[in-house]
């Protein structure tokens, strides 16, 4: 029953990633003003990074009870990419965003579209990890 929650909290996790990244995001830029998209997709994102702490943190301990059961002491993959993930979130969300708004305001070292692309990578690599997870993680739970 874990193996096959932990399947189903990563693939939703990995379709809320790709409906932000392939559909919402887009949508906001193509009938928005720029500033109203901007905030829009800012909402998005602020949303998308709380989602990501608790499905990250459940899925780790969903992989740790499971490894505990199987008397595993190894670190698997299925630890490592949601670990991956959160990390993506703390450093591409939580710590960008400040220096992102300071920028705009035209201040720190960095320019905004800089700190964009860095937070675009972090976002991409979050994606690809959850995407993995999900992936990796469907064909162990088979029925």
Known sequence: MLARSRAVLAA????????????????AFAVLERAQAGAVVGRLFELEAQVALGAGLLLILIER??????????????????AVALFCT???????????????????????????AFSFTFFGLKTLAVLALAWRTSSHSKV
């Not at 939703?12 to 949508?27: E, K, N, R, S, Y």
């Not at 939580?94 to 705009?104: D, E, F, G, H, R």
């Open 90 to 116: 703390v450093a591409g969300y939580y710590a960008l965003q400040p220096m992102m708004a300071a920028a705009k305001a035209g201040q720190g070292p960095w320019s905004f579209p800089a700190l964009h």
């Open 12 to 27: 939703i996790w990995g379709g809320f990633l790709l409906c932000i990244a392939l559909v919402a995001a887009p949508a």
């Open 65 to 82: 009870r499971l490894a505990r059961d199987t008397d595993s002491k190894n670190l698997s993959a299925e630890f490592f990419l949601p």
